[in-house]
């Protein structure tokens, strides 16, 4: 049964709800659209673009509820389908979401834009193989797709294909010279030189005045990287100065209250923990503790070239199970520490090992280098006394100003200031001076600068701590195929051990208020 018509007042609305989405305005769109709803709420048209209207402004769950209802009455509809899988998948509903992805290219297979929304999807999901066809096969049918080589370079770093990513990215600039992300895409590689005249071009577009920020930033951060090439040093920390400085006004940060946390968590750690039910539990896990730009990715990578070692990178189950157990008590972490008995700790490490077992399927060790590891040393040996902990640190002032250089994809808003980054490192190196007084011998303390300059006796000292037999593949790590999801260091890690990939005294006399403000 066909819908009734439209009154020509609803045609009207629809027609300018359209003409709003088609601007970006999503905005100007759900009003007209709600009136149509009101008079025709089952007309599909208007179910669908105000299922857009509210993925537009990050609201998928209630985008998907109107998605579907437009799909129930159209299920063959490849547009429908393509749009509800990705609202599905950003609602975290991935399982259906892939059934509506997948449909969509079975009903329209010419249709570039469906098979990129799969292979975006299916890179997301870690899916690499899957999702590198679904993006070639968009390349076939637009080889212009510009956000199709974008991620599908990101795959190329990801896997290690460093020359691949390198081509994909210039691809995308002979098709679009001023494209920001592709231009840090590049930079951001770090092993790849970029040119004088790259280095012209990306001034030539910050001449723009209408750039918006997030691309000015992105391109700032290009511009240092291709001065540095030039060994134009002043002229690069100039670029990364101006990029940092507006990055800054553009998130927020407050370096007290994250000093207030890292006090709060001295405090609830200052008593002994309830002896453990099982000593051992977590015995199959690997943490490592440390700031970003320490040489994380680098211990990782090393640990993961072992047989029995998987690498899991930054995942977030950590944080996962101490903000469950925050809303359940209802106080945030720290603050239920003293509440916490060993019964606590010990479902609480079983949880996470439970959400953990993805990474226990093929060896039966895994790392996890989780960003606020550093944080719950406390938390990780009253869950998981089994755990071994590794405390991966560099020189402050190199540390700080690896972290200065990088536009992180999120988080990290203390990266952007010096003087936030200063104040955020003199809170990781008390914290960690306290976990190594408070549990001695149960953190392993690595020095990335002693690493690698004496990789074989450190990888020899490092293996033994976690208890795992020496395995001549740790010594050559950049021999190891693996995925690193971590693209700030993943073209880097490819790279044999190097002790020359110090930066900062080029820029000593630019990072004053940084190093008068370490340590006090």
């Known amino acids: 049964m066909s819908p009734s018509p439209l009154s020509p007042a609803a045609q009207q609305w629809l027609s300018e709800a359209g003409k709003a989405l088609s601007q970006g305005r999503a905005d100007l769109a759900e009003q007209p659209l709600r009136r149509v709803l009101a008079e025709a709420p089952g007309f599909a048209n208007a179910q669908f673009l105000y299922g857009i209207a509210c993925q537009m402004r990050g609201d998928n769950i209630t985008a998907a509820e109107y998605l579907r209802k437009a799909a129930k009455q159209r299920p063959d509809d490849p547009t429908i389908l393509t749009t509800l899988g990705g609202a599905l998948y ?75 990513a390198v081509a994909e990215y210039r691809k995308v600039l002979a098709l679009q010279p001023d494209h920001a992300q592709a231009w840090h895409g590049l930079a951001n590689l770090k092993t790849e030189p970029l040119t004088l005249a790259d280095a012209k071009q990306i001034r030539h577009i ?134 916490a008995t060993t019964e606590d700790w010990a479902r609480l490490g079983k949880n996470y090992l439970a959400r953990t077992a993805r990474w226990r399927t093929k060896r039966p060790y895994f790392t996890d280098k989780g960003l606020q590891n550093w944080q719950w040393v406390g938390a990780i040996r009253a869950m998981l006394p089994g755990a071994k902990i590794i405390n991966c640190h560099r020189d402050p002032i190199e540390t700080c100003f690896a972290c200065y250089r990088q536009l992180f994809s ?36 690595l020095a990335y600068e002693t690493l690698v300059q004496e990789p074989e006796a450190q990888i020899r000292q490092l293996l033994a701590f976690c208890q795992l037999p020496f395995d001549a593949a740790c010594l050559s790590p950049h021999q190891t195929q693996r995925d690193v999801h971590s693209t700030a260091s993943a073209a880097q890690v490819r790279q044999p051990i190097r002790g020359d990939t110090a930066r900062s005294p080029r820029y000593r006399d630019f990072l004053k208020p940084l190093i008068q403000r370490l340590n006090h």
């Open 410 to 445: 999120e988080g990290i808003h203390f990266s952007y200031d010096l003087e936030d980054l200063a104040s955020y490192y003199n809170d990781y190196q008390h914290l960690s001076d306290y976990w190594q007084e408070h549990y001695p011998g149960q953190v392993f303390n």
């Open 206 to 339: 910050l001449q723009n005045q209408q750039l918006p920020h997030d691309e000015r930033v992105s391109l700032g951060f290009s511009l240092y990287k291709a001065l540095e090439d030039q060994h134009d040093y002043a002229g690069a920390f100039q670029a990364l100065h101006e990029a940092n400085a507006l990055k800054r006004r553009l998130v927020q940060w407050d370096a007290a209250a994250e000093h207030a946390d890292v006090d709060a968590i001295t405090e609830a750690f200052r008593h002994p923990l309830p002896a453990p039910l099982d000593p051992t539990l977590g015995h199959e896990v690997i943490f490592i503790a440390s700031l970003p730009r320490s040489g994380s990715t680098l211990v990782e990578h090393i640990l993961a070239s072992h047989p029995l070692v998987e690498g899991a990178n930054e995942i977030q189950d950590l944080s996962n199970v101490l903000d469950d157990e925050s809303k359940r008590r209802g106080k945030d972490f720290p603050h239920w520490v003293a509440d």
């Open 90 to 164: 950003d609602s975290g509903a991935t399982e259906e979401a892939f059934v509506c992805l997948r449909r969509a290219t079975e009903l329209a297979p010419m249709q570039a834009s469906n098979w990129f929304n799969l292979g975006k999807a299916l890179k997301l999901h870690w899916q690499l193989d899957e999702a590198a066809d679904a993006l070639r096969r968009t390349l076939s049918l637009d080889e212009r797709h510009i956000a199709a080589r974008n991620t599908l370079a990101d795959i190329f770093t990801i896997r290690g294909n460093i020359s691949d």
